[in-house]
């Protein structure tokens, strides 16, 4: 078998298909998160909390020895980017868990009523019972 058939015959099980294409949507969707939280949630909390934005936050540590530039610690992009983590794991423990709650199975059928000669047997039992003395 040539390594170009032994490829595709492995790029095209269902499991890599699959991960690929959940790599894929992750992507798109980290990305659609992103914007919510950087676009939609950052501006009015960092209004609420005196007109801060978050990704202008830094501290300037002194100068670069070989060019002069300024050496900028960026925390503010960090603190973005835990917020970003934070929305997207709630997210997607709400999707896991609704999808769970979907998935939920369906109740047991009641078990079938006993057979004929079950009854009977269970009849000749209770007339046995009755017949003998206490």
């Known amino acids: 078998m040539s390594l170009a058939s032994e490829f595709k015959e492995f790029a095209m099980k269902g499991n890599v298909v699959d991960m690929a294409v959940g790599v894929i949507i992750g992507t798109a969707f980290g990305k659609i998160v992103s914007s919510f939280v950087a676009d939609v949630i950052m501006p009015p909390l960092g209004l609420a909390i005196g007109g801060v934005n978050f990704t202008d936050l830094s501290m300037t540590l002194g100068p670069n020895a070989a060019t002069g530039e300024p050496v900028v610690l960026k925390y503010g992009v960090f603190l973005q980017t835990i917020f970003d983590f934070l929305i997207i794991a709630i997210v997607l423990f709400l ?33 046995l019972k009755k017949q003998q003395p206490r």
């Open 95 to 127: 999707m896991i868990r609704m999808l769970n709650k979907l998935k939920k199975p369906a109740p047991a059928a009641a078990p079938p009523p006993p057979a004929r000669q079950e009854v009977l047997l269970e009849e000749i039992r209770d007339l």
